[in-house]
């Protein structure tokens, strides 16, 4: 038995791992194994990856083919965005969608159905994906893709592993001609303002607001939109250096309002308006990727992250109602983002829709599954929903009530043989079966 | 460009060793068991780089065959810079202690076969006056212990061999590497609970490119293990006989 956990170290769980040592043994594994969830860098926060069995992919992480001409990847699900992107950038290619970490697996990329800072423009990580392999409850293997097998593609992209176990993927990815972006800080000191500059750089490829959570009045909102672009000049080298680790977590003693209030101060008047930088891939993309294991930067106990999106329409009412709730609880937010989201997909259980998402990182203290709950009933009057790649405590009802295509994605997990064979301890909170 | 061959292709600390070599354009020359699993391997270090890889599907506990596997890879490739032996297999102690051939077995996967293609490409080396030749050892062959002597003894017998090897292809500028790495968290050793003491293969890799890289001689991975081997080795055997250790 092994303890595992979510990137947020909450909940943990005693489990039994299975590890093969290639993608070969998987189907008979899933053919003799009763029920399990697929795993791949822990990476998603809470419970979706948590199960009493475990099959974890990490030696399932070959790359199988790279037609470097067309820019079209084929690897198996365990290999990390992180390896990728050591091989594809030199040939001048890069990831047509990613998040915020390089450390997760192809698959789980696939499974969360992720999404980046240019969403509002490409859509989610899935609608990238020309054809996926997977291995079913029965132990078959399958391919899907938009054009066939659609329904289970569908349910796969976006659906948290409760479909089968992803294989191998073939992306499409992006030519770049550097390897290095051209980011704009554009700082600004209220939430009307920020929501402005979203809407003036609609245009901008990449974009992202840091927002400070815990400013107030008149200030509420007041945050540093960043915008990317790839530069056309440069080289294509990459520099992905291993990361530096954290040794112990931090004392919590360290973890409280005056301390994150005086960070995200110190962020905010170290900000520079209408700055122009070039800077590499790397830290554009990943600046947290330096650290090994920053989640252990907040309580032992572990943090929860929240994730929602909520429509255009009153959404700056609605992000300010969120922001008061927070500022006003007793929780200290170390790190808050928010982001504008494009057209929805296809994908059943796809997490983006139109709108903002609003991300915050949660130390886990008494107070803070009350403090959720209350963000969680104001989510559903908003008509947003809850990222389940974030999730740890969402309840049933919400989860139903948000995600309105549930019904069908039980549906195609029935049809393929999933139901009773690929199951999380988020799936059994959430109801399905 | 370097011309690399790797025995025991597949095994999981070669195949990430191997990765290095690709990303860095070298040449690699692979040998293994499972035809479906060095193919795999072969696209991904593709993928990777390698500007040329050729594999060879073969059974390194078939002692006999090594004589014409040896003369057939160096057919292929002349002037080999590397070559990287890695194959082996992680003892049951108990079902070696109940029979005599699993015993017997291990002591050939482990020990025999590799000194035979030590033997081999010791006198091709030793005739090019140049190259480098790196042996998985391990930690487990410094001293017996009676939850794994035979696997150690095994491996004590390939630390013994490359130690004299080194010795005799100093004069000839070829280098023989020992390496000795302590827990790693592989395949072979997934039935393992695992502690502090546990690296992961890409990080025993990294190291022993390292030590080929450098030339080195005898390398403890990770280098603690090299102090824990001192203390254990400095027990009387005596007292080490009561140790549960």
């Known amino acids: 038995m092994t303890k595992i956990s979510g990137w947020g170290n909450y909940p943990q769980q005693e489990t039994h791992l299975i590890k093969p040592s290639s993608c070969l043994a998987i189907h008979f594994i899933i053919k003799n194994e009763k029920s399990l969830i697929a795993r791949g860098m822990g990476r998603s926060y809470g419970d979706s990856a948590n199960a009493p069995k475990v099959l974890q992919t990490s030696n399932c992480d070959r790359f199988i083919e790279f037609d470097v001409n067309n ?41 969360s159905d992720v999404h980046g800072k240019n969403h509002h423009i490409v859509g989610t990580f899935g609608q990238h ?6 291995v079913l409850g029965t132990g078959e293997v399958v391919t899907a893709s938009q054009v066939i097998n659609q329904d289970l593609f569908h349910a796969t992209c976006g659906g948290m592993g409760l479909t089968g176990v992803i294989l191998s993927a ?61 530069a056309q000049n440069g080289d294509l080298e990459i520099n992905i250096r291993d990361p530096i680790s954290i040794p112990l ?8 309002k005056v301390t994150m209030k005086s960070i995200n101060n110190v ?8 700055q122009t930088q070039v800077i590499p891939l790397i830290p554009f993309f990943y600046p947290l990727d330096a650290i090994r294991n920053w989640n252990k930067f907040f309580y032992k106990s572990g943090f929860l992250q929240f994730q929602c999106v909520i429509p255009k329409t009153n959404g700056i009412t ?17 790190l808050a983002v928010l982001k504008q989201f494009g057209k929805v997909n296809n994908n059943l259980l796809s997490f983006p829709t139109e709108g903002y998402t609003l991300a915050l990182d949660f130390n886990l203290k008494k107070t803070t599954l009350t403090t959720l709950r209350r963000l969680e009933e104001l989510i559903i009057t908003m008509n947003g929903r809850i990222y389940l790649t974030k999730d740890a405590v969402m309840q049933e009802a919400t989860f139903k009530s948000t995600y309105p295509q549930w019904e069908v994605f039980e549906s195609v997990r029935k049809k393929y043989g999933a139901i009773g064979k690929f199951s999380s301890e988020q799936s059994k909170r959430l109801g399905l079966a | 460009m370097k011309k690399i061959l790797i025995f025991g292709a597949t095994s999981s600390i070669a195949e990430h060793c191997a990765r290095i070599w690709a990303a860095r354009g070298d040449k690699l020359y692979l040998v293994a068991r499972n035809k479906k699993k060095v193919q795999t391997l072969k696209d991904d270090l593709k993928v990777r780089g390698a500007s040329q ?3 060879f599907c073969a059974d390194l506990n078939d002692i006999e065959q090594h004589g014409k596997l040896i003369s057939e890879v160096s057919e292929i490739m002349n002037n080999i810079d590397i070559v990287l032996i890695a194959h082996g297999t992680l003892s049951n102690q108990n079902m070696c202690e109940l029979n005599v051939v699993e015993t017997l077995n291990e002591i050939k996967s482990n020990a025999l076969s590799t000194i035979s293609l030590l033997t081999l490409l010791a006198n091709r080396f030793e005739a090019k006056k140049n190259g480098t030749i ?102 009387p055997s005596g007292l080490f006989k009561r140790l549960k250790i």
């Open chain 1, 71 to 111: 820019g079209i990847l084929k690897a198996e699900a365990g290999i990390t965005l992180r390896e990728i992107l050591k091989v594809i950038v030199s040939h001048g290619w890069f990831l047509p969608v990613t998040p915020g970490t390089s450390y997760v697996t192809l698959g789980g990329a696939i499974a």
């Open chain 1, 129 to 134: 994906v020309k054809s996926i392999s997977i």
């Open chain 1, 170 to 230: 073939t992306i499409q990815l992006i030519p770049i001609s550097s390897s290095f972006m051209t980011q704009k800080t554009i700082k600004v000191d209220c939430i009307e303002a920020l929501c402005e500059a979203f809407e003036d750089n609609i245009d901008s490829t990449y974009s992202v607001a840091w927002i400070d959570c815990l400013a107030k009045g008149k200030n509420l909102g007041r945050g540093v939109l960043i915008l990317g672009e790839h």
């Open chain 1, 249 to 256: 977590s931090t004392p919590s003693i360290f973890l409280n």
């Open chain 1, 267 to 274: 962020y905010w008047y170290m900000a520079k308006h209408n």
């Open chain 1, 318 to 334: 609605n992000i300010k109602k969120l922001l008061i709730e927070i500022s006003e609880s007793s929780e200290e937010s170390f």
């Open chain 2, 53 to 55: 890889i050729t594999t």
């Open chain 2, 134 to 235: 790196c042996v998985i050892s391990s930690v487990a062959g410094d001293r017996g212990r009676a939850s794994n002597y035979v696997y150690g003894s095994a491996k004590a017998m390939i630390t013994a061999f490359t130690s004299g090897l080194r010795q005799r292809l100093y004069k000839s500028n070829v280098a023989i590497i020992t390496i000795k790495p302590g827990y790693v968290d592989t395949p072979m050793t997934s039935n393992f609970k695992k502690g502090l003491l546990w690296i992961k293969p890409h990080e025993v890799a990294s190291k022993i490119v390292k030590a080929i890289d450098r030339k080195k001689s005898e390398v403890y991975i990770p280098v603690f293990w090299w102090f824990i081997m001192k203390l254990i080795r400095a027990i």
